[in-house]
T-cell receptor
């Protein structure tokens, strides 16, 4: 079974802090994704990566950056956390190429106070 | 830009009844996925539909894909309370890496 693991289930951070959300997958997938989920807005893509050190902006990249130094790990960074970044963050991976089925981690509920 | 629309967004139904959730998308694609999400949990893959006319069934749920109409349906037969969850469809389009999700359908099955 594919396993996608996010480092924290719940996080509480202060406004202005730099926040790191970590995600690790164990199936040698090429692609990794970060989404945020908010009520009424569904899942919105923040960033994705299709190879080590490669990244592309999704639909809502402002205020975020990402890092992928190793194939199995994809980090989301909130440079200076703000209250409007309070949300559920979901990491996903997919095999690559024509194989687009995404497998999700358990989610991180981030609260910025 | 690929757009994915689900309807209805909210569905309250009685146990034993049948209903269908619809997923329309705006550009050509032959890869469509259905996911389930329980409250406070992450997304779990339900169905993978990879060609026109594909039909998959699991228990009381059946999904189908019509790529010509750009439409997928998720049919619920004789609903039970355990099916209460949010259901998302997602479509692969444009660059192949990405899935675009619908807003989800919150299904509540009442006794």
């Amino acid at each position: 079974d594919v396993k996608v693991t996010q480092s924290s289930r719940y996080l509480v951070k202060r406004t202005g802090e730099k926040v790191f959300l970590e995600c690790v997958q164990d199936m040698d997938h090429e692609n990794m994704f970060w989404y945020r989920q908010d009520p009424g807005l569904g899942l919105r893509l923040i960033y994705f990566s299709y190879d080590v050190k490669m990244k592309e902006k999704g639909d809502i990249p402002e205020g975020y950056s990402v890092s992928r130094e190793k194939k199995e790990r994809f980090s989301l960074i909130l440079e200076s956390a703000s209250t409007n970044q309070t949300s559920m963050y979901l990491c996903a991976s997919s095999p690559g190429g024509a194989y687009t089925e995404a497998f999700f981690g358990q989610g991180t509920r981030l609260t910025v106070v | 830009e690929l757009k994915v629309e689900q309807n209805p967004l909210f569905l309250s139904m009685q146990e034993g009844k049948n209903y269908t959730i619809y997923c329309n998308y705006s550009t050509t694609s032959d890869r469509l996925y259905w996911y389930r999400q329980d409250p406070g949990k992450s997304l779990e893959s339900l169905f993978v539909l990879l060609s026109n006319g594909a039909v998959k069934q699991e228990g009381r749920l059946m999904a189908s894909l019509d790529t010509k109409a750009r439409l997928s349906t998720l049919h619920i037969t004789a609903a039970v309370h355990d099916l209460s969850a949010t259901y998302f469809c997602a479509v692969a389009g444009g660059s192949n890496y990405k899935l675009t999700f619908g807003k989800g359908t919150l299904l509540t099955v009442n006794p």
